[in-house]
């Protein structure tokens, strides 16, 4: 199968952002799993993380992405060996353009060492998995780009700036110790309860699909400050369900309202959605939900707390929860 030339210049053509999304992606076929993108400000260097599987063993790395048409240099190794120290033993750089012999030596000598990834790397275990690419319409033989995968990574950068806030971390050389414990503090209080959203979210204790139907609904039509209007939540949610019973492969069955869904009506559907799915994620103040508004929303502050790469993680969820319900009761 013949190579596509034009695998640089696309990558090269995504914005700085995108192509972390890319390399979150990417970095599994390279060794890596759990791989998660750090937020873009206050990243400490990083740009994402994850387990590199060597042999039985898996060793946390930290990774640093550049979509460079210059040669890495010497300072851009030894600046991410600052920020790896400490925090992870071992490093991957990588890169769309090449390394000087300079920043290679530094690499491979230092502590924590840090592996590297060139161009030309990228582009062949592109081509050896197919990733970003497809069959030519023209040519069998010939792999062409395919674009709607590099638009997808542009998508997830527009989401996240216009709906998921990435604020900064500020640090100042006049905070107290008692000020800065407080807000230690406070932030372990906020990821721990992010982590408890995500860890609900993610749970695979289903009684009905109700959850994960939901979940998708939701952060489909969620706006920037966290919002949906809970009509639009309903028609969403009835919308997949009669898109499944449509399919031949309905969801719920027997006594479940939704076991036709066409026949509820939206104010059963809106009451089947607040006592069942909705309600759990009120009770731990994860949601709100405004009656007189008809709006729903996810916590501010969690909102706030939340990267958009933990959104697609858990919309990931949604569809594998489905497929396990799915298999449960199809047994």
Same mark, same amino acid.
């Given at each position: ?62 990774? @640093? ?21 400490g925090r992870f033993s071992e490093g991957m750089f990588m890169t769309t353009a090449d390394y000087t012999s300079g ?37 069998? @033989? ?128 809106k009451r089947l959605i607040i006592t069942y799915p909705l309600e759990r994620f009120l009770i731990k103040n994860f ?15 969690l909102w706030q707390e939340l990267r958009y790469y933990e959104v697609v993680d858990t919309l990931k969820s949604t569809?594998? @929860? ?10």
């Amino acid at each position: 199968m013949q190579q596509d030339q034009e695998n640089p210049q696309q990558l090269l053509s995504l914005s700085a952002r995108s192509f972390e999304f890319f390399a979150g992606e990417f970095l599994v076929y390279v060794g890596l799993e759990a791989v998660s993108v750090t937020r873009y400000i206050g990243d400490g260097g990083i740009d994402a993380h994850g387990k590199l599987v060597v042999g039985q063993f898996r060793i946390p790395i930290g990774v @640093q992405v550049k979509r460079h048409r210059n040669n890495v240099q010497r300072p851009d190794i030894d600046r991410f060996i600052g920020a790896l120290s400490g925090r992870f033993s071992e490093g991957m750089f990588m890169t769309t353009a090449d390394y000087t012999s300079g920043a290679l030596q530094k690499a491979s000598t230092s502590i924590p060492r840090v592996l590297t990834l060139n161009g030309d790397q990228v582009v062949s275990i592109m081509v050896e998995h197919r990733l970003g690419l497809k069959i030519s319409s023209l040519n069998a @033989q010939k792999l062409d780009i395919d674009p709607d995968y590099f638009v997808t990574f542009e998508t997830m950068r527009n989401l996240l700036v216009s709906r998921v806030r990435e604020t900064p971390q500020h640090y100042s050389p006049n905070t107290s110790a008692s000020d800065s414990d407080t807000s230690l503090d406070e932030q372990t209080i906020a990821l721990k309860w992010k982590q408890e959203f995500l860890d609900f979210a993610k749970s695979r204790n289903l009684t009905k699909s109700y959850k994960p139907v939901m979940l998708k609904a939701f952060f489909k039509l969620v706006d920037r400050e966290g919002k949906v209007q809970i009509d639009d939540l309903v028609k969403e949610f009835r919308d997949y369900y009669v898109e499944r019973a449509n399919a031949g492969q309905p969801l719920e069955r027997g006594a479940s309202p939704l076991s036709d869904p066409t026949k509820p009506s939206d104010t059963t559907i809106k009451r089947l959605i607040i006592t069942y799915p909705l309600e759990r994620f009120l009770i731990k103040n994860f949601m709100e939900y405004s009656s007189e508004e008809g709006i729903l929303r996810i916590a501010p502050q969690l909102w706030q707390e939340l990267r958009y790469y933990e959104v697609v993680d858990t919309l990931k969820s949604t569809d594998e @929860q489905i497929k396990y319900y799915e298999a449960r009761h199809d047994n």
